[in-house]
């Protein structure tokens, strides 16, 4: 989750509204081929290890951070949102999970001393690249999935605005694989997955909009006709079609 990136107000809103980040809106998820989310997920466990510590950069509600504790000695969720914080040290209080603690930090500039973590991941999260390098041991790994330059993208032209409307004609993975480059990280893998969600109801896509950062300023109020014409476009006999588009990329600092 993007909260370096993106409003960590937003964030904060969500969390006061649906107590996490989950709306509760109701979808079925149909994938192309794998599950990006999955991939991603199998190879960060993949490099976790009794020694191994990592960074989790944007670590929202930490459901995902408090899942990956079993994996690593010991683990670390930063994020700029002071409401999913609170979820997230809730969450592991109650499931008794020691090894992870979160902290409020800018992903953009940490208080970590050079060379910290041996592995640091972004799940949606922010990509402050040059950090990440600093930050990681000679042969540790950066994982990342992000959101493609096709995500939402018939919704976000109807609507003329959205997460990354400016650079929609370009490959997002290109783009952060050359990023992460330029930082001095070597890219070892990448690969975009296509996926499809249906929304059961028109109300369910619009309470969906109001917790995902497609647009951090959706009103229902105020996008209700660009929502209408866009439910217009996109209904199915399955639902409410919505094209989905993630990357994964994982990268080793020399």
């Known amino acids: 989750m993007d909260t370096s990136v993106g409003d960590a107000n937003f964030y904060d809103r969500v969390a006061a509204r ?22 991603f997920q199998q190879k960060l466990t993949d490099l976790g290890g009794p020694e191994v510590t990592a960074l989790d950069a944007g670590s929202g509600d930490g459901r995902f951070t408090l899942s990956m504790a079993r994996y690593f000695r010991r683990v670390v969720g ?12 809730r969450r592991a209080a109650e499931q008794g999970i020691t090894n992870v603690l979160f902290e409020y930090q800018d ?31 000679p042969g540790g790994a950066f994982l990342h999935v992000g959101i493609g330059e096709q995500d939402a993208l018939q919704l976000k032209q109807i609507f003329g605005r959205g997460q990354g409307f400016d650079r929609i004609h370009s490959s997002w993975l290109a783009r952060s694989r050359d990023f992460q480059e330029e930082a001095g990280l070597n890219v070892v893998y990448g690969e975009d997955f296509l996926y499809d969600e249906y929304f059961l109801t028109f109300e369910d896509l619009e309470t969906f909009l109001q917790g995902v950062p497609i647009f ?3 009103d229902p109020v105020a996008d209700r006709e660009r929502l209408q014409a866009y439910v217009e476009q996109a209904q199915t006999t399955r639902g409410i079609h919505m094209l989905r588009h993630r990357f994964v990329t994982v990268a080793v600092k020399p």
């Open 107 to 137: 992903a953009s500039a940490t208080r970590f001393p050079d060379a910290s973590f041996d592995v640091v991941y972004s799940r949606r999260g922010p990509t402050k690249y040059r950090e990440y390098d600093r930050l990681l041991r």
């Open 216 to 218: 951090e300023d959706f």
């Open 18 to 39: 649906f107590g996490e980040y989950r709306t509760g809106a109701r979808y079925e998820t149909k994938f192309r081929t794998e599950n990006a989310e999955r991939v």
């Open 78 to 89: 930063i994020d700029t949102s002071q409401k999913m914080l609170a979820v997230a040290q």
